[in-house]
């Protein structure tokens, strides 16, 4: 068997506008390069653990979650906090008093003085929609006290309290909790820090007019914690951090579009293998797709909410609502004598084999089949392998076994 296109899987190179995948036939590695494009400065984790900003055009890869990096793909989004790290405290705040998650001296110490409740405020420049998600986040460590954190978003007309959810900052954790109107998520950066993030939806009755964004100290006695890049973005889930510094900062969506030839991929057989997570369980449709550039002819897996599916010129199967599409998910889909099955996290998938020639195959792209079409891939990916010959159901089931 021959693996005539690798992307990933700890190897990764970069430059401006490219992503370079590789041919490793006989230990022959020969570039193959995938077009990358987005027109904005990004941030990701590094292999240090630090965030850190990457340039326009150069893709991302991410460490947050595996030493090998994975390839992360989003949407576009834009930070509405005016100022993403400069917080005015009823209390006292010390500017540039500890490492934040970029490894730089600009955490802020937030320390509570007064027997009552005292709040962050948080600045923002939008004009929200009713009936519409918005994700809220930041960034917080322990330091030396126990303290609960309540973020509300209050003022619609009524200036009563519209979304809050409670954090309980621990020595070694930070505990979520809903209070009203809202879901939340922890997510662990390591070296002390969390980000937390609030999910809220707008109502369809009331226009939003100006909120004010608050986060609530809790508690009669004096308390510290730090804090570092707020965040507040319209979507469902919330993404890497956009830093601001005075107004509303957009991040732009990122494509990523390969083209090679028909001598690496054997348009007769074949496998499309992946290993990806996606970003949300309640996205979009998101593909990755290999074809002759048309709706024509064409081998797809896609990501939904809760499952992952194939087609080969029309849906053929998907998984059961089991998956976890948050996970990293072991697929791969096999061509032959017409034929095309699939195997899932070394699980092979119903039905078992469809009749569908595939003529002309020779495109990789992080977005579905034709040119027209705009179901691009955001999500993290870790390792992508074509193969130019059918492997056996046993070698699938290996390569796919988590």
């Known amino acids: 068997m021959a693996n005539t296109l690798n992307l990933g899987d700890g190897n990764w190179a970069t430059k401006e506008d490219l992503l370079l995948g590789y041919n490793s036939e006989n230990n022959n590695y020969k570039p193959l390069p995938f077009d990358f494009s ?56 010390t500017s540039n008093n500890a490492l934040s998650p970029d490894g730089s001296l600009n955490a802020s110490k937030i320390t509570k003085t007064s027997s009552s409740d005292q709040y962050v405020s948080l600045s923002w420049s939008a004009s929200l929609s009713t009936s519409t998600t918005y994700s809220l986040s930041f960034f917080v460590k322990h330091n030396g006290d126990d303290v609960d954190l309540r973020y509300e978003t209050n003022n619609f007309n009524d200036w009563g309290v519209s979304w809050n959810a409670l954090f309980e900052v621990r020595e070694n954790s930070v505990i979520a909790s809903t209070v009203n109107n809202c879901t939340s998520n922890v997510i662990n950066f390591g070296n002390g820090w969390y980000r937390v993030v609030v999910f809220v939806t707008t109502s369809s009755s009331i226009t939003p007019t100006s909120p004010s964004n608050l986060i ?8 510290q914690f730090l804090m570092y890049g707020a965040m507040f973005e319209q979507g469902s889930y919330a993404t890497s951090y956009i830093p601001t510094q005075g107004s509303a900062v957009t991040r732009v969506a990122e494509v990523c579009i390969g083209s090679v030839n028909d001598q690496v991929i054997n348009s007769t057989e074949g496998v499309l293998y992946l290993e990806v997570a996606a970003l949300a369980s309640d996205l979009n449709t998101v593909i990755i797709s290999l074809s002759d550039g048309t709706n024509s002819n064409y081998v797809l897996i896609g990501i939904t909410n809760s499952d992952i599916f ?93």
């Not at 653990?49 to 055009?57: A, M, N």
């Not at 609530?216 to 308390?223: F, H």
């Not at 199967?317 to 072991?330: A, E, W």
């Not at 027209?372 to 059918?390: M, Q």
């Open 216 to 223: 609530r100290v809790i508690g009669s006695d004096t308390k």
């Open 310 to 402: 194939i087609e080969h010129s029309s849906r053929i199967g998907n998984t059961s609502t089991t998956i976890n599409v948050l996970n990293y998910n072991k697929i791969a889909l096999r061509w032959s004598g017409g034929i095309t099955d699939w195997w899932v996290n070394g699980i092979k998938q119903t039905p078992d084999g469809y009749s569908q020639a595939a003529v002309g195959m020779n495109k990789v792209n992080f977005k579905n089949q034709g040119s027209s079409y705009a179901d691009y891939f955001y999500g993290e990916t870790r390792n992508l392998r074509v193969y130019n010959t059918a492997l056996t159901d046993a070698q699938l089931t290996a390569l796919t076994t988590i």
């Open 38 to 93: 987005r027109a904005s400065s990004a941030t990701r984790v590094n292999k240090d653990g630090l965030i850190e900003t990457v340039v326009g055009g150069q893709a991302r890869i991410d460490f947050k979650d595996d030493s090998k990096g994975a390839l992360l793909l989003e949407p576009s989004r834009s930070n509405f906090y005016t100022q993403s790290n400069l917080f005015t405290f009823g209390g006292n705040v």
